[in-house]
């Protein structure tokens, strides 16, 4: 497995990949309305653009024989209202292909989220993760993330509940 950054030329890539492993993880726990509103909302080529080219959003991405099977989306944007410290990084998104889950991949992606926000002077990685998604809560809390508060995602016009957790380095 390779791990290397997203450049410009992953827009579209990343569009399709972050679309499909979040329709994927989010579907079935979702109506079809409110997941294609998010969707949309976040996954467009242009969108992607935007981000790929913001320097405080670096997406770290998962190949295995040059093919992408996951990737993270990492927020150095200090200004966010769930921000807890000011030296923390969000781990905004991490996200793999179904096949690949539980081989590895998250494992991969989190010590390379580790390593970058170190290599970038953060002091803690926080993220949101959805109260109705206990795998992932499993997985963060075995990296050693705690809960430290709460906040609102809008997943379309559904108000849902987010735990934060934390992580200090």
């Known amino acids: 497995m390779n791990i290397r950054y997203g450049i410009i030329d992953d827009a ?3 569009s399709e990949l972050g679309a499909k492993t979040f329709y994927d993880s989010f ?11 998010y969707l949309k909302k976040s996954f467009s080529i242009d969108i992607q653009k935007t981000e790929l080219s913001n320097p405080e959003i670096v997406f770290l991405i998962a190949e295995m024989e040059g093919i992408p099977i996951g990737y993270v989306k990492l927020n150095l944007n ?3 209202d769930s921000q807890i410290d000011p030296k923390a990084m969000e781990l905004e998104r ?10 590895g991949v998250g494992k991969e992606l989190m010590q390379a989220c ?15 993760v959805w109260e109705k998604n206990p795998r992932a809560i499993g997985f963060y809390k075995k990296w050693g993330f705690k809960e430290v508060g709460t906040h609102l995602f809008m997943l379309g016009n559904d108000p849902q509940k987010d735990f934060i957790l934390e992580l200090e380095l």
């Open 12 to 14: 579209k890539m990343l």
């Open 27 to 37: 579907a079935r726990d979702n109506t079809p309305e409110n997941i294609a509103i």
């Open 78 to 80: 200090h200004d966010h």
């Open 94 to 103: 991490i996200y793999a292909e179904q096949e690949y889950i539980g081989k």
């Open 114 to 128: 580790r390593n970058e926000a170190k290599q970038r002077g953060c002091d803690r990685i926080w993220l949101g």
